[in-house]
């Protein structure tokens, strides 16, 4: 097995690497959370359910006990914490958009002096101001022991070492001598930038992958597919155990082609800042949306087609600041039925995204999943459906040197005009590059038309 440099370690990352293993691993209950998280998920569907309305009783009593703006929304609503017995009593409750958050944050907070020791996080993501959420160590530690079950469904262990390529800042020092990586000792883990994939760059990269020889790879499917395509360019293979992706939208081809180059299987995982929906994929390849980490309703929508529905979703693991019924901007398609591997989790069929992954045509209608119309046009370096406005769409394109406008350019067209119809302008711009959005994540649509009623 090889080993990486001593030299590539830095003070900064190896002392983060500490802390982030304390707080997580000893300061948080994470074993209390890793052995009930071992039994829950066999638990039968009925004792799931009464395990989530147990957990909404408590959030419920919490969030009217020891915040100002629950107390005065159950006061307003009728909802008497004490007195809950079943789902349609918690839906009484309105639903909590992200404006609400934005507006009433600091009264959302927890007053119990017992979770003091809050997290701050933020949203992040292309439209919108981020939100400021707040979390304690309970909650830090039960999502800390939820991904170390995703990594068990993957065949990973806790210690395996791997590299992760998620958006993570190189310094120029490295970067400029050829070093696009950072490694952790305490961790276990190489952070790639994602930001230097390039294919001027690529050597660097296939090296440092062969010599660190990671059990697995976790990061952006576009950034592991960048480097899988960097991989399989050079006619090798470099085998793992897992790929894990999340944060963007996976499509079938970067699935396929990070399958050939590592040889493994791809679990792809979502979770979301504001922290009340959890869909991890389990050994059968199913996306299963996680039932002990948040309640979630599925609600359907005249302007979603094919069953896809908007989600809800309520925490059931963070006291310092309850988040209720909150109405998300992610979509997905459940499915029916329950899954061989003997969960008797929900399974979603589809995710779609997140409501600007979507176009609007001029008549209202939202088309999600666009990504296949690039299916075929392999002479493409990266592509991005930009809409500025409901009547245009743009392709900003990154072409190769095979690339032929009047034989891919004109074969995409034809494609997005099939799905799109013919009353929307469609305009190619070759571009250099596409920019990355926030924490370096590339998105394959843009749109800011807001096709969601409110
Ligand atoms: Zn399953």
Known sequence: MGRV?????????????????LVKRFLSPFKKFSGFLQKSQWWSGERIEEYQLERLKKILKVAYEHTPYYRGLMEVYDVNPYSITSFEDIARLPLLEKEDIRLHHHEMISDAKFYSMLYKCHTSGTSGKPLTLYRDLENVGFEHALLMRQWQWAGLKPNDRYVSIKGDLISEDKTDSGIFWNFSIAEN?????????????????????????????????????????????????????????????????????????????????????????????????????????????????????????????????????????????????????????????????????RQDDYIVTPSGKLIGRLDHVFKGAENLVEAQLYQPDRENLVLRLVPDKYYDAARDGKMILAKLKQRLGEAMNLEIENVASIPRGGRGKFKAVISKVNGFAY
Do not use: W
């Open 5 to 21: 440099e001593i030299k590539n370690i830095e003070l900064g990352i190896t002392a983060n690497g500490f802390r982030n293993v």
């Open 189 to 353: 883990k190489l952070y790639m930038s994602s930001y230097h994939l390039s294919e001027k760059n690529a050597d660097h990269y296939v090296r440092a992958l062969q010599k660190y020889s990671p059990a697995a790879i976790e990061g952006y499917p576009s950034s592991v597919s960048a480097l899988a395509k960097f991989v399989r360019d050079r006619g090798i293979r470099i085998p793992m155990k897992a790929v894990l992706t999340t944060s963007e939208t996976l499509s079938p081809e970067q699935r396929s082609l990070m399958e050939s180059a590592f040889h493994c299987r791809v679990y792809d995982y979502y979770g979301m800042a504001e922290r009340v929906a959890a869909i991890h994929t389990c050994e059968e390849g199913s996306y299963h949306l996680i039932p002990e980490y948040s309640y979630v309703e599925f609600v359907e929508k005249d302007y979603l087609s094919d069953g896809y529905c908007e989600l809800v979703g309520t925490s059931l693991n963070n006291k310092a600041m309850p988040v209720i019924r909150y109405r998300m901007s992610d979509v997905v398609k459940p499915g029916e039925g329950y899954c061989a591997c003997g969960r008797e989790f929900p399974v979603i069929e589809s995710i779609a995204g």
